[in-house]
């Protein structure tokens, strides 16, 4: 989770970087994420109203709104950062891809616990794209830019389109997010 694996990835996701103190000083996507870890950490401390500040500071400089009780793994880039929205229960995995105008949010429907959607290794959300309700994003799957996916994408695949139609891809068996496992979801949830 540390810094120089961050400033790796983004400069192997993200042509326009150049060097380290570049994005240390200027990617706001990253400011959004590192500011959410920290307020995740005050969030499992119990410390609730301290995290919502410091997302909502966040918020205001970066554009990005990012829940504290949200879950992100490594390496994950919001590039161009601005308009993000990802909500409470939202789970995004290692090596996610998330451009501009993107939100994770629930379709207003959902009474369960989780209500938001989880984004599983190495996928790619397009600008604009809002994933809606308790769906998974198939690993390594594309969410074309201005889809609105209300439904399962599997893994590989890509999602275009409102509301989005899915395009198979050859390596997909049709499962979704296949090394994605509940038990280490519910691991998660009791260590918060
Ligand atoms: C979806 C995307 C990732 C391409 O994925 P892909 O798997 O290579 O898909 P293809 O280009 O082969 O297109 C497959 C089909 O989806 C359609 N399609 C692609 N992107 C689409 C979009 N955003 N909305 C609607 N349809 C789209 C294509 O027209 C094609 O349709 P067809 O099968 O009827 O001919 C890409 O089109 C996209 O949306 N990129 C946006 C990236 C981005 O956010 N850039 C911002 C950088 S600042």
């Known amino acids: 989770?540390?810094?120089?694996?961050?400033?790796?990835?983004?400069?192997?996701?993200?042509?326009?970087?150049r060097h380290a103190l570049e994005i240390i000083l200027t990617y706001s996507g990253m400011h959004a994420i590192w500011t959410?870890?920290?307020?995740?950490?005050?969030?499992?401390?119990r410390l609730k109203l301290i995290a919502r500040l410091l997302s909502s500071i966040a918020r205001i400089i970066t554009g990005v709104e990012i829940h504290p009780a949200a879950r992100i793994g490594k390496n994950v880039v919001i590039d161009?950062?601005?308009?993000?929205?990802?909500?409470?229960?939202?789970?995004?995995?290692?090596?996610?891809?998330?451009?501009?105008?993107?939100?994770l949010g629930g379709t207003g429907n959902?009474?369960?616990?989780?209500r938001h959607p989880t984004v599983?290794?190495?996928?790619?959300?397009?600008?604009g794209a809002k994933i809606l309700g308790d769906?998974?994003?198939?690993?390594?799957?594309?969410?074309?830019?201005?889809?609105?996916?209300l439904r399962d994408v599997p893994d590989f695949s890509t999602a275009v389109g409102?509301?989005?139609?899915?395009?198979p891809n050859e390596k997909?068996?049709?499962?979704?997010?296949?090394?994605?496992?509940k038990a280490s979801e519910k691991k998660d949830e009791s260590s918060a």
Not at 120 to 127: D, E, F, N, P
Request: proline share 2%; aromatic share 6%.
């Open 1 to 17: 989770m540390g810094l120089i694996s961050d400033i790796k990835t983004i400069k192997r996701k993200d042509p326009a970087t």
């Open 36 to 45: 959410y870890r920290l307020a995740h950490l005050f969030w499992r401390g």
């Open 80 to 103: 161009h950062g601005t308009g993000v929205v990802i909500g409470e229960t939202a789970m995004i995995a290692d090596d996610v891809l998330i451009y501009h105008g993107v939100t």
């Open 110 to 114: 959902e009474r369960g616990e989780k």
């Open 120 to 127: 599983c290794t190495g996928a790619m959300i397009a600008a």
């Open 135 to 149: 769906i998974k994003v198939g690993m390594y799957a594309k969410v074309g830019a201005n889809a609105v996916v």
């Open 162 to 167: 409102i509301p989005a139609r899915i395009i």
């Open 172 to 181: 997909s068996s049709g499962a979704v997010c296949s090394l994605y496992s």
